[in-house]
């Protein structure tokens, strides 16, 4: 059984491109959520993907945008990028969407912004 | 506003000893708290859960204390180990959103 995979691990970009994080799902799991970590912080909420269709999102803004596709694996995708938007970018996914049994984390893509 | 306020923000522990993080919430519809270990360069991963119709619940060395009428659960963490050096995160669920704490970083000392 595999677990969450992301990709790239790291990544640099200049303020105000674009960037698309990729998130590989575990096995049998169909929902798939992603967090912001800044630097010394808890993760926080971005949105959620089940079925394809997002479901629910947290206080971010439009330029945060994501897709999942048939096999579960999903894409994060950020317009516009401020030097704020730094951080450590986790995918978890879980086998239910309330995410209840426990989500499983990737170990994050660490985007700097310059 | 920060929903799960969590501390202390770092502990120094000696081996052998026990490790003790607390976290209180206000949100009475959160409905599922688990605790998240983080080493440095990789995600968190789930360490023990517990619900709130539950007081206590133990897993090996580790130990959820929840207290639904104050608002607070504590993780302990019994018989400390260099091994358990790493951030720990509470969290608390409503819906399908996990709300964190901003986390505690345990040193134990050998």
């Known amino acids: 059984e595999t677990g969450v995979t992301q990709s790239p691990t790291h990544l640099i970009k200049t303020r105000g491109q674009q960037v698309t994080l990729r998130c590989s799902s575990q096995?049998?799991?169909?929902?798939v959520s992603w967090y912001q970590q800044a630097l010394g912080q808890g993760p926080q909420f971005i949105f959620q993907?089940?079925?394809?269709?997002?479901?629910g999102r947290g206080n971010f803004p439009p330029r945060f945008s994501g897709l999942q596709f048939p096999n579960y694996s999903s894409e994060l995708n950020v317009n516009a990028l401020e030097l704020d938007d730094s951080a450590l970018y986790l995918c978890?996914?879980?086998?239910?969407?309330?995410?209840?049994?426990?989500?499983?984390f990737g170990s994050g893509t660490r985007l700097t912004v310059v | 506003q920060q929903q799960v306020k969590q501390s202390p923000q770092s502990l120094i522990v000696q081996k052998g000893g026990i490790s003790i993080i607390n976290c209180a919430y206000e949100?009475?519809?959160?409905?599922?708290f688990p605790w998240y270990q983080q080493f440095p360069g990789k995600g968190p991963a789930l360490l023990i859960a517990?619900?709130?119709?539950?007081s206590e619940k133990k897993e090996g060395r580790f130990t959820i204390s929840f207290n639904k009428s104050a608002k607070q659960f504590s993780l302990h963490i019994m018989d400390s180990q260099p091994g358990d050096s790493a951030t720990y995160f509470c969290?608390?669920?409503?819906?399908?959103?996990?709300?964190f704490g901003t986390g505690t970083s345990l040193t134990v000392i050998p």
């Open positions: 978890a996914s879980s086998d239910e969407q309330g995410g209840r049994g426990g989500y499983t």
């Open positions: 096995s049998g799991h169909n929902t």
């Open positions: 993907y089940y079925r394809e269709e997002e479901n």
């Open positions: 949100n009475t519809a959160f409905d599922y």
């Open positions: 517990i619900r709130p119709d539950v």
């Open positions: 969290a608390a669920l409503q819906g399908n959103q996990f709300y």
